[in-house]
């Protein structure tokens, strides 16, 4: 299998269809939480064990993307998936069984250098055979996971799975953070805040600000700061 045409932005990250490599690793993280769904309670056991086969093959199109705060994201929302699961420990121990096979592939994916570098060090079929051998494995999770399933819920569960949320989005934002060009969009969107601290410099105002920074000739143009949260507090203030 061959890579995509390398892209001045991109590289060879894997951003197509959507164009933006980190979009696909968000819908990647999208679809592997909404698989946990079908493979713990998806009615046949053919739908059970195709949701689970999905997570492993999500999860290596995540790694091709190279998007670091999409892994962060998906933390993230495990732990709330969890948490607001009728039983957590179902959904803890499926995403420990998910991961036997999907850590390997990882780790693969990622020592191959197959999106990042001129001259990978394995080719695309082999990544595609390690990746329909994880999703074989996965597969078999939906019947593996009812035989551990322990009785009741410890209550203390709940509390601590959201506070590990809640400190998973904290990574993300702060890994979303210290790369650039993200790390330049939040330096200038700080500096629009501080400018008008109150009420924010007004909804879609980031844009001139980019421009006026003289960063465009780096890292391009750019509309917002990339993060809803950081943008909104730099256009529109506090309140």
């Known amino acids: 299998l061959r ?13 197509q269809p959507v164009g933006y490599a980190n979009g696909i690793g968000i819908l990647a993280v999208l679809g592997a939480l909404l698989a946990l769904g079908p493979t713990l309670s998806g009615g046949s056991r053919a739908a059970r064990a195709a949701a689970a086969a999905s997570v492993p093959l999500l999860l290596e199109a995540l790694a091709f993307t190279g998007s670091n705060a999409s892994f962060a994201a998906l933390g993230a929302g495990i732990l ?3 948490a607001c699961a009728r039983s ?4 803890l121990r499926a995403v420990g069984l998910l991961a036997v096979p999907t850590l390997p592939l990882l780790w693969l994916a990622h020592w191959s250098r197959y999106a990042v570098a001129d001259h990978p060090r394995t080719g695309g079929g082999i990544l595609l055979a390690a990746g ?16 551990l399933r322990a009785v009741g819920r410890p209550r203390p569960v709940v509390p601590l799975l959201v506070a590990a949320a809640v400190a998973a989005v904290a990574v993300a934002v702060a890994l979303g953070g210290s790369t ?10 700080w500096h629009e805040l501080t400018a008008h601290p109150l009420l924010g410099s007004g909804a879609g105002t980031f844009a001139r600000f980019w421009r006026g920074s003289g960063l465009a000739a780096h890292y391009w143009g750019a509309l917002n700061a990339h993060s809803l949260y950081v943008d909104t507090l730099a256009e529109l203030g506090p309140l």
């Open 80 to 82: 709330a998936t969890a």
């Open 180 to 189: 650039q060009p993200r790390r330049s969009y939040y330096h200038v969107a």
């Open 132 to 147: 329909l051998a994880a999703a074989a494995l996965a597969a078999a999770v939906p019947v593996v996971e009812p035989r």
């Open 88 to 91: 957590p420990l179902a959904v």
């Open 3 to 15: 890579r995509g045409a390398f892209d001045p932005f991109e590289g060879y990250h894997l951003a």
